[in-house]
């Protein structure tokens, strides 16, 4: 059978059996799956995504479709990767917090789950903290720690993470003026230049919203 997805021969896709021909149900179709990763049963990666050296995924996660995970990324039980997020070099989620692990005490019973929404990005050396939602777009820088909810296109930096900011879809810095922002950065797209021309609205001290177009 041709597999849909690339695996490197030295990637371990537990999903890969003899009744299905070695060739993993669960994940999508053009994926790249490169050396030494390691992809439990039952895990769900969608379409075109590319899963770097070294990287480990969980039996009980969801990766949307054209996610990016950099070499040495941990993705454990009950995180949700919606699509297009991408995870830096060395990044962790985590899923037990409250009770505190214990090797002699099994927990997963108390796993909690971690949501990453759309297009969000996650710096390198990022510690994830589970029972937390990273919004649409937003930024974690590298290093940082999160330990709150992360809201839609917030930068954040630090131990714990704080917000410094905000960015726009494309990932340029936005800045507020009376209340909006226009992003005018430039960016190539599929070989052309594009003008991004986003427009966001400042709800709250914490919170904006991405002004959509009515058409």
Not at 13 to 19: A, F, L
Request: some cysteine; hydrophobic content about 40%; overall charge positive.
């Amino acid at each position: 059978m041709t597999k849909p997805y690339f695996a490197h021969p030295t990637a371990v896709i537990d999903g890969e059996r003899e009744e299905n021909g070695f060739c993993d149900p669960n994940i999508g179709k053009g994926t790249k799956i490169w050396h030494h990763a390691h992809i439990m049963r039952g895990a769900r990666i969608g379409e075109n995504c590319i899963i770097g050296q070294n990287c480990f995924i969980g039996s009980d996660v969801v990766i949307g479709n054209g996610c990016k995970l950099q070499n040495n990324v941990n993705v454990y039980d009950g995180v949700i990767l919606e699509d297009f997020v991408f995870c830096g070099p060395s990044m962790t989620f985590t899923n037990l917090s409250t009770p505190i692990p214990r090797a002699h005490i099994p927990r997963r019973y108390a796993f909690q789950k971690t949501i990453v929404r759309r297009f969000a990005s996650i710096g390198a050396g990022a510690v994830i903290v589970c029972g937390h939602e990273l919004g649409e777009a937003c930024f974690v820088a590298g290093g940082a720690v999160v330990t709150q909810d992360v809201p839609p296109y917030a930068l954040v930096a630090g131990v714990p993470a704080k917000i410094k900011g905000f960015v726009c879809e494309c990932g340029a810095r936005l800045h507020f003026e009376n209340g909006f922002a226009h992003c005018k950065a430039e960016y190539e797209l599929e070989g052309k230049k594009v003008v991004c021309n986003r427009r966001y609205e400042m709800l709250e001290k914490d919170l904006i919203r991405q002004i959509r177009s009515s058409k």
